[in-house]
């Protein structure tokens, strides 16, 4: 298993104190990947959100990710992910964008797609239930883009004819492709179009995890019709990594507080609970499909729907009902399910072994969450680095 970085660029507001607060943050972000470089962690992951204050600042990341590439010189840096509906971004802008910071980066970009979710949308004025067609359509579009001369697609959502789109990718014969995965539906999907999959999910369970990661290697075993010129089969999971000289420290430091704001925030502007009942009617359509319904389907049916409701499920279920649950309950439930790495570097270094025994090629360490210092941030990133002698294998795709 590699060791990668995932970053949303957190920006709590006890952090705005000063009039230049958000130039201070981009000038962290920018060192934190430069450490991460010299420490030789794989990728640098940047999320793609809008309107997100607090939880997210990263409106522009391929601007981000432009500037990490040209201060950096191994680390390679990935989209994770460009919001591929088309009020978001075209995908022929996205296949525009992607090229030049492949050459930017000297051939180091990689590329991840994501429909969003409610928030995003109703911002830009977007269909839901177009979102996951235009994803799809896109994924097929763009790698066609950056490798033939001439470019044609027909379909209601985008009418081109002959069209060049310019740069091609440094990279040949293209960037790696990834799609961001938070369902079964959706790892399924990945697999389908031979593309590597990013977990998003830290309030999934190890057992969670292997599910998932069972069937996108079924899916890519038995169904995938590959979108791009080669399949990237890697799976990347992301979750929380506080590394520090002690468990103590660690806790002094606000790891505790830090993931239980990351889960309530991220459960309030991704506004959850319409977003877990339209998923969970989709899940139900594919159980219920006549066709079968896929592997997610089949997946669904061999569930027991009797299995008792684990704490997780129950707290996470609190706050999306809207209660205020005190960060220490979200910390203790969240901990007892192995979903959080924090504490020495052996307690880091046995929490990596628990997901590289379920099988993934990364793992997407995210250090600066919530209200953790800088100075924190920078010790855990060098601390969890120095394990990498232990986990460098497979390289970025």
């Not at 990689?110 to 409610?118: C, E, K, P, V, Y």
Request: hydrophobic share 40%.
């Amino acid at each position: 298993m590699r060791l990668d970085i995932f970053s949303e660029m957190q920006h709590p507001k006890e952090h705005w104190t000063q009039p230049d607060h958000e130039h201070r943050l981009i000038r962290e972000t920018l060192e934190q990947a430069r450490l991460a470089d010299e420490m030789g962690y794989g990728v640098w992951w940047q999320v793609e959100h809008h309107t997100a204050v607090e939880f997210s600042y990263s409106s522009a990341p391929e601007v981000m990710l432009t500037a990490i590439a040209m201060g950096t010189k191994n680390i390679h840096v990935g989209h994770s992910a460009a919001l591929a509906p088309a009020r978001f971004n075209h995908p022929i802008r996205i296949a525009e964008r992607s090229a030049f910071i492949d050459h930017l980066s000297g051939g180091r970009f990689q590329l991840g797609m994501a429909r969003s979710t409610i928030p995003e949308w109703r911002v830009f004025n977007i269909d839901a239930d177009a979102t996951r067609s235009q994803m799809q359509q896109a994924f097929e579009m763009v790698p066609k883009m950056w490798t033939q001369e001439k470019f044609s697609w027909d379909t209601p959502d985008f009418r081109v004819k002959d069209i060049s789109v310019i740069p091609k990718p440094y990279r040949k014969p293209h960037p790696p492709l990834w799609q961001a995965c938070s369902s079964p539906a959706s790892f399924e999907q990945a697999g389908r179009n031979g593309v590597g999959a990013l977990g998003v999910t830290l309030w999934a369970s190890p057992e969670q995890v292997g599910e998932m990661i069972h069937i996108y290697r079924e899916a890519l075993r038995t169904r995938c019709e590959p979108v791009g010129e080669f399949v990237n089969n890697q799976v990347a999971f992301f979750t929380f990594v506080h590394c520090a000289d002690s468990e103590r420290e660690a806790m002094e430091n606000g790891a505790a507080q830090a993931a239980a704001w990351y889960t309530n925030g991220s459960f309030t502007f991704f506004e959850a609970k319409d977003f877990f009942v339209k998923s969970a009617a989709e899940l139900e359509a594919l159980a219920k499909d006549p066709a079968g319904g896929g592997l997610t389907g089949q997946y669904l049916r061999g569930k027991d729907p009797n299995a008792p409701v684990s704490k997780a499920q129950r707290i996470l279920g609190r706050i999306m009902s809207g209660e205020d649950v005190p960060h220490e309950q979200v910390w203790e439930v969240l901990s007892a399910q192995d979903s959080l790495i924090v504490g020495t570097k052996d307690q880091v270094r046995q929490g990596l072994k628990r997901y590289e025994s379920l099988g993934i090629d990364a793992l997407m360490s995210f250090h600066q969450v919530g209200a953790l210092s800088h100075e924190a941030v920078l010790k855990s990133i060098r601390l969890t680095g120095e394990l990498i002698p232990e986990f460098k294998t497979p390289a970025p795709p």
